[in-house]
């Protein structure tokens, strides 16, 4: 029986195929959560600035910021998450989110979406902030051999067979680097804000952003203050490097450690 807006075959039809469980249901604008005037992207304490490429595993874009080509239009987020099984749970396409409705479950609660694998396994969580602030809070996906884990209240931990990098988790920006993170079986690739420091006789200073390879090895970013505590000289405060970066590595292998490359384009 109906309301006489729709007709008995079409409602009998969408009881046979409910609409609810089509591939992609779950899904809804950003645009209309973050405003026409475009939006930030974070991930757990880390924002980007003029970055397109921001995580790519194995050649692909998993995660990337970009320019539309309309006037004044908004910026273009496309990812891809998957859960810790390599299953795909979701995907970003131009600022529209599209949900797995095979996911074991999808909620969104006011301006928080989280996607669960399991009971209590939450794999990815995204917060929308009035800010006009997109936030990756909590993720933890498997991509190939690749694996990605970590929230905003700890450390992000990118994983390769051969790799290890524990992600800063202060508040900063990513500014100038080509990508910030690019991850291959073999090597994990970061990108920083500065690989290095030029400094004139006269004592002024220029960041020049790139990249730190890492193969075969474990790297962290410790806080200077807990290396003075275990002895380690503090660092050249001095130096007029805006982004000065402390760096512990711990090798695999023979030849493992890391490689810093200058992004294209600086000149000393």
């Known amino acids: 029986m109906t309301n006489g807006i729709l007709a008995l075959s079409d409602v009998q039809e969408a009881r046979i195929a409910p609409k609810c469980l089509e591939r992609g249901f779950s899904s809804f604008d950003l645009n209309k959560i973050t405003g026409k005037s475009g939006f930030d992207l974070q991930v757990g304490n880390t924002r980007f600035l003029n970055l ?21 239009a908004p910026p273009l987020l496309y990812a891809k998450f998957y859960d810790r099984s390599g299953n795909v749970i979701g995907e970003i396409i131009k600022n529209e989110w599209l949900g797995n409705p095979d996911t074991f479950d999808i909620s969104m609660v006011k301006n928080r979406i ?96 790139g990249t730190m390879m890492v193969e075969g ?18 660092p050249p405060v001095s130096l007029p490097n805006s982004a000065f970066r402390l760096t512990r590595v711990k090798t695999f292998r023979e030849g493992g450690g890391i490689t810093l490359r200058p992004a294209s384009g600086w000149k000393f």
Request: glycine share 6%; charged share 25%; net charge negative.
């Open 52 to 72: 397109e490429r921001i995580i790519d595993i194995d050649g692909e874009s998993i995660l990337a910021l970009r320019t539309s080509n309309l006037s004044k």
């Open 114 to 209: 989280e996607v669960r694998s399991d009971k209590g396994m939450i794999d990815l969580r995204l917060l929308f902030l009035p800010s006009r602030v997109v936030v990756i809070e909590k993720l933890i996906m498997c991509c190939g051999d690749i694996e990605i884990k970590g929230d905003s209240k700890n450390e992000f931990i990118v994983s390769s067979p051969d790799a290890i990098v524990h992600l800063p988790n202060d508040d900063h920006v990513i500014s100038g680097a080509p990508y910030w993170i690019s991850a291959e079986k073999h090597s994990l690739g970061l990108g920083l804000n500065c690989v290095m420091t030029f400094v004139n006789p006269d004592r002024i200073g220029r960041d020049i952003p």
């Open 217 to 234: 090895a474990e790297v962290w970013f410790p806080d200077p203050e807990d290396i003075t505590k275990e002895g380690v000289p503090p």
